[in-house]
């Protein structure tokens, strides 16, 4: 595990997306264009950029936090491991740009 202070970015947006990390201890906020979500222990991080090559992202520790990194190429952890990824990609994808994410932006 790796400890992070409290208000260290571990992510952000446009940064390759080559790891993702499982939120041991603490808060971690996720911005991105059309808002934010809180993500808490058990959380993963990367997870909402599963199908992007850079972070759409950016992840910064609230307090301090603990992680779990696996380093990989997200988007093909997901597709070599869908049944243990038990995610709906498709409709976060659409959560996403609904909010008015624009890649061309980052």
Do not use: W
Not at 14 to 37: L, N
Not at 45 to 61: K, M, P, Q, S, V
Not at 70 to 89: D, Q
């Amino acid at each position: 595990t790796k400890e992070i202070q409290k208000g260290t970015v571990i992510c952000q947006s446009g940064q390759p997306a080559d790891s993702i990390h499982m939120i041991i201890k603490g808060t971690v906020r996720a911005i991105y264009q059309g808002g934010e979500y809180l993500l808490e222990k058990g959380d993963v991080i990367g997870l909402f950029d599963i199908y992007r090559e850079n972070y759409i992202f950016t992840y910064t520790a609230l307090d301090d936090v603990a992680i779990a990194s696996f380093p990989c190429k997200v988007r093909m952890f997901v597709e070599r491991n869908a049944c243990i990824c038990p995610l709906a990609p498709i409709d976060l994808k659409a959560e996403i740009e609904k909010d008015g994410y624009d890649e061309t932006n980052h």
